[in-house]
């Protein structure tokens, strides 16, 4: 599979990786058996960038992933977590000395010393600039807890906000043919800064898999059930924040441009992949499947005039109301 730099951090990564939310619930209930499967279909596939949190099942995503590569030394695998999601989100708590406590946490999960990449986790916008709380993280770096740090956030302000400040290795946003302000101005902003681009939530939440219909339902446990209309945190996280009936007639439109040999999902993974700037896109998976079309989207092709249908339909469904938003 391509690899491509992922910012400051110098570390080479597959341009798709795996999102492991759904490995710690909040996407429905998980098999720990299931989830070493996962794990290794995507290795298996060429994927080499894991991205988790400590909060993804209150540490199971971390600890499914440190068992993984426990049981399989030889793979050079890069993790990234985050951290910043286990308090309340005031900006007074984003203090060296949490910050020391998340990492040891995560560090014992993860069965290692020191943690390739560590991302403050969407945490309150005025966070992203405070000189503190970098310096508290460049402390980490300094003793050896932590590689490399970058941020993941909902806003594209907040993005160039961290962009802005060089020890910033990398940005993780939410970036899918639902979601297109990260083009504007945060992937020419990060690719000048040597910052790499994660890109997360490319599927919508599974809508662009072109899987869904207004019949289907989703388990309670299931955040695209509970915060549909964002009752437990921002609601660009599920679905994009796009309507739901409105998103399925946007995926019948984007399903007419899908090129021959590739499924809606791949296509719309690859279509992030080819955008100037990203570094790595990150599909969670729920089974062995999906985890291997995943991977194989790293070698679809799509062209301008899928593009230019991408960007048609952003703007005549979803610009208006997301645009400014996020």
Not at 26 to 31: A, I, P, Q, R
Not at 123 to 148: F, H, K, M, W
Not at 275 to 280: A, F, L, P
């Amino acid at each position: 599979m391509e690899q491509r730099i992922l910012g400051k951090t110098g570390r080479n990564v597959s341009v798709v990786g795996l999102g492991t939310w759904q490995l710690g619930a909040d996407w429905g209930n998980v098999d720990p058996a299931q989830a070493q499967a996962i794990l290794a279909a995507s290795a298996e596939a060429g994927v080499n960038f894991f991205d988790t949190a400590d909060v993804y099942g209150d540490g199971k995503s971390e600890q499914a992933i440190g068992k993984f590569l426990a049981d399989n030394p030889g793979l050079d695998i890069t993790v990234a977590t985050k951290m910043g999601r286990r308090v309340d989100q005031r900006p007074e708590n984003y203090t060296l000395a949490n910050f020391r406590q998340w990492v040891d946490r995560s560090r014992k999960n993860l069965g290692t010393d020191t943690l390739d990449l560590v991302q403050l986790h969407c945490p309150p916008t005025p966070v992203y600039s405070s000189s503190e709380v970098y310096d508290a993280l460049d402390t980490l770096v300094s003793e050896g807890a932590i590689r490399n740090y970058g941020v993941s956030v909902e806003r594209t302000d907040e993005a160039l906000e961290a962009i802005r400040h060089s020890g910033t290795a990398s940005v993780q946003i939410i970036l899918n043919a639902f979601r297109l302000k990260p083009l504007d101005e945060v992937l020419p902003a990060a690719k000048a800064a040597n910052v790499g681009i994660i890109a997360r939530v490319p599927l919508a939440s599974g809508l662009l898999s072109g899987k869904y219909s207004k019949e289907t339902t989703f388990a309670e446990n299931d955040h695209r059930n509970y915060n549909r209309n964002g009752d437990a945190f921002d609601v660009g996280e599920t679905f994009s924040g796009v309507d739901y009936e409105l998103g399925l007639k946007a995926v019948a439109e984007f399903e007419q441009l899908v090129p021959s040999g590739a499924t809606t999902a791949q296509a719309a993974i690859a279509w992030i992949a080819a955008q100037d700037g990203v570094t790595t896109v990150i599909p969670g998976a729920r089974n062995v499947e999906q985890a291997a079309a995943n991977a194989a989207a790293a070698s679809a092709q799509v062209g301008e005039e899928f593009d230019a249908g991408v960007r048609w339909i952003y703007d005549h469904y979803f610009r208006e109301a997301i645009h400014p938003r996020w």
